[in-house]
């Protein structure tokens, strides 16, 4: 019989800081650029996580005040989800259409997911 350890609840003021003016930083975070910190420094890449409504979440901690901060990822529209549906009939790999078509999508069960941004964009 295993036992598994189940990860410990999150301490109150432990949880990551939302982002300011999110749509700038998504702009710059698509096109792979260093996301400025609002702790005058730069901001590292932790973890990328999918939500169960089709959007993500990716988890920043800054370089200078070790300070972690939450950048939401909205879900995929449906011209973004067009997009790929139309890559995957034509049989070719499906990309990101937000990483400027860089960034191939990973499936995951039944879905299509960015392991960059970890918003699901189609169903096999």
Same mark, same amino acid.
């Given at each position: 019989?295993?036992?598994?350890? !189940?990860? /410990? /609840?999150? $301490?109150?003021?432990? !949880?990551?800081?939302?982002?300011?003016?999110?749509?700038?930083?998504?702009?710059?975070?698509?096109?792979?650029?260093? =996301?400025?910190? /609002?702790?005058?420094?730069? =901001?590292? =890449?932790?973890? +990328?996580? /999918?939500?169960?409504?089709?959007?993500?979440? $990716?988890?920043? @901690? *800054?370089?200078? !005040? !070790?300070? &972690?901060?939450?950048?939401? +990822?909205?879900? %995929?529209? &449906?011209? @973004? &989800?067009?997009? $790929?549906?139309?890559?995957?009939?034509?049989?070719? +790999?499906?990309? *990101?259409?937000?990483?400027?078509?860089?960034?191939?999508?990973?499936r995951v069960?039944?879905?299509?997911? *960015?392991p960059l *941004?970890? $918003?699901?964009?189609? &169903? %096999?």
């Amino acid at each position: 019989m295993s036992k598994t350890k !189940s990860a /410990p /609840p999150p $301490v109150e003021g432990d !949880s990551p800081f939302p982002l300011t003016d999110e749509k700038a930083l998504l702009r710059l975070y698509y096109g792979g650029s260093r =996301l400025p910190s /609002p702790t005058d420094g730069f =901001l590292i =890449l932790l973890r +990328v996580q /999918p939500e169960g409504d089709g959007s993500g979440s $990716v988890l920043f @901690e *800054c370089n200078s !005040s !070790s300070l &972690r901060f939450r950048l939401d +990822v909205p879900k %995929a529209t &449906r011209t @973004e &989800r067009a997009k $790929v549906k139309a890559m995957i009939d034509d049989d070719w +790999v499906p990309k *990101c259409p937000r990483h400027h078509g860089e960034q191939l999508l990973i499936r995951v069960k039944n879905d299509f997911l *960015c392991p960059l *941004c970890g $918003v699901r964009y189609a &169903r %096999a």
